[in-house]
Each structure stands twice: as C-alpha cells, then as structure tokens.
C-alpha cells in the first residue's frame, strides 16, 4: 500500500528536477556556473609567468572557448584556464582578445552562436565587412560553398574583456613573442620584459637566451636578464648583473645603474656593520637593499656598478666619436652634391648663383610627385622603385629649369658679377613662393624598406642605410662628373670655353650652346642633391637656403672650379661642423666654423687647390 502510494510521489519529483538539471548542464548558465573543463584545473602559475609550452591534446579547448563566448561571468576564469593550457596555437585568440578583435557571430536563419575574430576590415557599398576567423585553430571560416565567410562588423558582439583579462594577456603575448620569427618582436619582447622589472621572468630570458642566434637580440636579451638580476635579493647576484651591463655595454641602463651608487650614500658607509646576514645567500644583506636598485648599500654591488658605469661611458665616448664621423661624412656628401654644380657654374662660369639651393628644392619637389605618381597609378609592389626613376628625372627636372632661367636670365648678365647676383637672389625667392603655393609648407618622401634599415656596427649604434646610399650616390656623381669633363667631347668643350672663350669660337665650338649646357649640368646636380636629401629629411620650400651658405664655403675653400678641392672640403666641413655642434649649439658651431674658414682664406686666398698659371681645370 505504501509502495503503491510513493511511486507516483517520486515520479512527479524526478519530472519536476528534470528541466532544473537540464539547465544546471547548459553551458553559460549564470545562475548555475559551469565547471570549467579539467585543463582549467590545471596549475595557473603558469599563466601569470607566461611560461607556455606546446600542448599535445587539448581536446578542452573547444570547451573552454565555448564557455569564454557564453559564460560572462566565468570569463576571467576561462581565460586563466586557455592560457594554462599552454598551446602556441592559441596566440592568435590572446591577441585579438587584447584587442578587442573577438566577437560573438550568428549566421542569418541560425540559432547558433560562434566566437569567431575579425579579419583585415573591408569597404563595401559605405559599410564595413570583415572576414571571419576561427579562433582555434585560426583559420578561415568557410561557408557550405567553401568560400570565406563575410559579416558587417555592426553585426558582430564583441566578447569584452576588462583589464584583468588584459593584464593577464600581456605577460602571455610577450612571452610568446620571445619564441617569435620575427626578430623585431623578440627585440621588443626583451625590452618589454627588462623594464619589467619583474625578476620572475628571468627564467624566460634564459630559455629564449639558448635558442637565439641573432647577435643583436642576444644583446639585448643579455640586457634584459641582467637588468632584472638588479633586483635580486642576493647581493653577489646584483654585483654580476652590473659586472654584465659593463662588459656588454649596455647603454640603456646605465641611469639605472647610477641610481644605483648615488642614492643613499650614508648607508653605503655606515650600514652595512649593522645590516644581518640574508638567510642563503652568505652576504651581509640590509632588509629591503635588494627591493628597488636606487637604494643600493653593499659595497660590493656598488663596486660593480661603478666599474659599469666608467666602461659604459667610455664605451658611448667612442661610439659618440664614431656616429660624428658618420653623420659628418654624410653631411659632407651632401655639401659636396650641392658644391659640385655650385663649382661648376661659379667656377667655370664666374656666375654667381644664389638660386642654386632653389634648383636643389626643385629636385626634392620632383622626387615628392614621383612618389605620390607611383602611389596613385602603380601596383604596390612597384612604390619602392621610386626613388630609383626620382634620381635621373630630378636632374632633368632642375638641369631642365636651370637651362631655361640661363637662356632667358643669365645670358643677358655674363661678366656682371654683382647684377647676376642680384638676378638670382631674385629668382631664388620666385621660386620659393612659388613651391610654397604649390606644395605647402611642408611635404615628406618616404624611404625604400632598404633603406630604412640599417647595419649595427656596436651594440646600439646603427649607421643608417639612407645614409649610406648617399655616400656611394655621391661617390657615383663626383666619379660621372670627372669622367665627363676629361673623357667626354662636351668636357672637352666646357673646358676650351672656360680658358678662352674667343679662341673656342674660332675653332667652331658653340660657346652659347656651352654655356646653357654647363648652367644645366650644375642645377640639375643640384637636383639629384635635393633627390638625396628627401631620404634625411622634410621637403619644404625653405629647404635650399639651409645649404647653400655652406655649399659657397666648400667652393671657396676648396678653390674655385677644383674638383678635388670641392670634394676634400665638403667632407672637412661636413666633418668638423658635426664635431663642433656636440660642445656648442648648432648656430655657434656654424658661426666658430666660419671664423675658421675666414682664417683659412686670410693665408690661403686660392683655397686648398689655386689655380695655376693661365690654366684653370677642373
């Protein structure tokens, strides 16, 4: 009878727990939080050190992402639980978690929901569309017709994240990044994780330390480790670590290590009788010495940072040496570009021309429209040839220009120095008015991805490779200059023109046509100098008048119309104006370097190289 009387009864109870039970399985059920998959259950110290290590089978990631797109309020817990799992393969979901780029997606006519990352965004029809990603592993999502999957962006939920899910992700991504191909991002990874200041991570820097093979990153790696050895607890460990920065010269940390021995000197005398022996270590450690570098009170310790300082000093005095000599030979690449037309028209000439920094502008404005026409009218692939095509099309550009203002200008003004002056002073400031409604006030050229490179001779000490093109440019023009004056019939001619220009034009040479050609070959090497000059600098219509005070100096100094003097002096005052700005400002290091030169022409009138008898050559 009993029996009979509570069948019914548990019946009625197992019908009514069934939809109870039913949602406390539901995944992303708030009101009855799921437990997280057994990968959860993982050890998650290894999240917070960003110590990940490849996975054999995550068959929980699935659920663990299930869970990370409806569970938000488990969501910091998922995330604990995804990077416990250690997979490589999930770098590309922590990224665009710290971004912000996840979102939850829902195909139109489906109840289903996927955690999805946006692609590269994409315009259409005034909308923004995006290409969706699978966040494990991160492919394409495909539809039924095998083609990517597209969704408006204003149609995707971003799955957001706060600040704890990020700062989470932070030390996770930048380890990851240390095993990266990419060489920059391990570079930035190291500084990242040596400003840190975190001595935990140094376990990361060792590993990656064993399989790195780069010598720059290895630098900077060793930086890092060391840095973070700093703020050891053991005094024998921070005396190595600053031993380290000394012997590799680490330049970056060198305020840190003077924090180091100039903060509390009183306790550096007197403290460290008092101080009690640090359990392990064996050292005479005062409580808190090792907390932050700054407060610093073993001798030992500060022994080391002091040696580290001095070898580091010394180390910068040398490379400060070199970089001036390279910048110095770089500049003076340029003085000689914008000289060697300058000697060429005032020399050969005996015009005067104060426009010449304008016809150097005229290159620069000329590389600036190629440039934008590559961008505008040329595959991708084809912009960084630019500057290649700039190169001849500029000296046609200002040895074009150059070639009218002389047939229309100076051809009324030869052997009336001051008025040819006046003529081109005049011209100068045309043209720069011009080039100002034209342009603007300010315009930039990029540089070629080869260029905008360079070859690390030091730790830290880089010699840029726009630079250097500009060197070899100005070796190739200074060597095409000579061989077309001593090996060329027009050469031949400029030369017979400049000696005697009667008796040239008896022997039947047209000394008119000369003239133009000589007036065109100066502006338009100035040209190819403004070309040059675009890959150091702004393009601005003031451009010129910043080198043609120094351009006069070169020709003079070197001796008018030499081509040897030009090339020794451009490099001298490039040089010694490089040398000069570190101990004075930059407008006293010009004014000391004219006084210098006045003084040089004061014993030397002619230059380094006066001309001889009734001959006057290149």
């Not at 995330?79 to 590309?92: I, M």
């Not at 965004?121 to 990603?133: A, D, F, K, M, S």
């Not at 070199?322 to 340029?334: A, C, K, Y």
């Amino acid at each position: 009878m009993l029996r009979t009387s509570l069948l019914p009864v548990l019946g009625a109870v197992l019908l009514a727990s069934a939809p109870l039970r039913a949602r406390a399985e539901a995944p992303g059920n708030p009101a009855e939080p799921a437990a997280l998959p057994a990968a959860a259950q993982v050890d998650l110290r290894s999240a917070s050190t960003g110590d990940v290590k490849p996975s054999s089978a995550n068959a929980s990631v699935p659920a663990l992402l299930d869970t990370l797109l409806r569970n938000t309020e488990r969501r910091t817990e998922t995330v604990k639980a995804l990077l416990a799992v250690g997979d490589e393969g999930l770098q590309p979901l922590f990224q665009n978690l710290f971004k912000g780029n996840v979102y939850a997606y829902t195909a139109a006519g489906s109840s289903d929901t996927l955690l999805v990352m946006a692609g590269a965004e994409e315009q259409r029809e005034g909308e923004t569309w995006v290409p969706l990603i699978k966040p494990y592993p991160a492919v394409s999502l495909q539809g039924g017709d095998g083609k990517p999957v597209y969704a408006k962006l204003a149609d995707l939920a971003e799955v957001e994240t706060d600040r704890e899910v990020r700062n989470l992700i932070q030390p996770v991504l930048t380890a990851m990044d240390l095993k990266s191909r990419d060489a920059v991002k391990r570079r930035a990874a190291a500084l990242t994780i040596g400003e840190s200041g975190d001595p935990g991570q140094a376990g990361l820097l060792e590993k990656a330390l064993l399989a790195e093979s780069n010598q720059s990153v290895r630098h900077l790696m060793e930086e890092a480790l060391a840095r973070l050895r700093l703020h050891s607890p053991e005094a024998t460990v921070r005396a190595a670590a600053a031993a380290k920065l000394g012997e590799i010269h680490s330049v970056n940390v060198l305020p840190e290590l003077k924090a180091l021995v100039q903060a509390a000197p009183e306790a550096a005398s007197g403290s460290v009788a008092s101080s009690s022996p640090t359990a392990g270590s064996g050292s005479t450690e005062p409580a808190g010495a090792a907390a932050l570098p700054g407060s610093e009170t073993d001798p030992s310790v500060r022994a080391a940072a002091e040696k580290a300082i001095h070898a580091i000093e010394s180390f910068q005095s040398f490379t400060g040496v070199v970089q001036n000599l390279f910048t110095g030979l770089s500049l003076g690449s340029i003085l000689i570009l914008m000289a060697l037309g300058l000697a060429i028209i005032f020399g050969l000439m005996g015009v005067i021309n104060m426009a010449h920094g304008e016809f150097m502008m005229i290159g620069a404005y000329a590389t600036y429209l190629i440039q934008n026409a590559f961008a505008k009218w040329l595959p991708p692939s084809f912009f960084d040839w630019f500057l290649l095509v700039s190169l001849p099309l500029s000296f046609l550009a200002a040895g074009g220009i150059g070639m009218f203002v002389e047939a229309t200008i100076i051809k009324r003004l030869y052997g009336r120095p001051l008025e040819t002056l006046l003529a081109t002073w005049g011209l100068s400031l045309l043209l720069v008015q011009s080039a100002r409604s034209l342009f603007g006030d300010l315009t930039a050229v990029s540089t070629p991805k080869l260029l905008s490179k360079g070859w690390e001779i030091f730790p830290q000490v880089v010699l840029p490779f726009n630079r250097i093109f500009i060197m070899f440019l100005t070796i190739a023009i200074v060597g095409a200059v000579s061989w077309a004056f001593y090996r060329t019939s027009l050469g031949t001619k400029i030369r017979a023109v400049t000696q005697n220009r009667s008796m040239s034009a008896c022997l039947g040479i047209a000394t008119r046509r000369v003239d133009m050609l000589t007036f065109g070959v100066g502006t338009g090497i100035a040209g190819v100098a403004g070309c040059a000059l675009t890959q150091i600098g702004n393009v601005d219509p003031g451009m010129g008048q910043n080198y043609i005070v120094d351009s006069f100096m070169v020709v003079v100094t070197g001796g008018v119309g030499k081509l040897a003097g030009t090339v020794i002096a451009g490099l001298g005052i490039g040089s010694l104006n490089k040398f000069l700005e570190p101990f004075l400002q930059s407008v006293y290091a010009k004014v000391v370097l004219l006084g210098l030169v006045i003084f040089f022409l004061q014993n030397r009138p002619s230059g380094l190289f006066p001309a001889k008898g009734r001959n006057e050559d290149l």
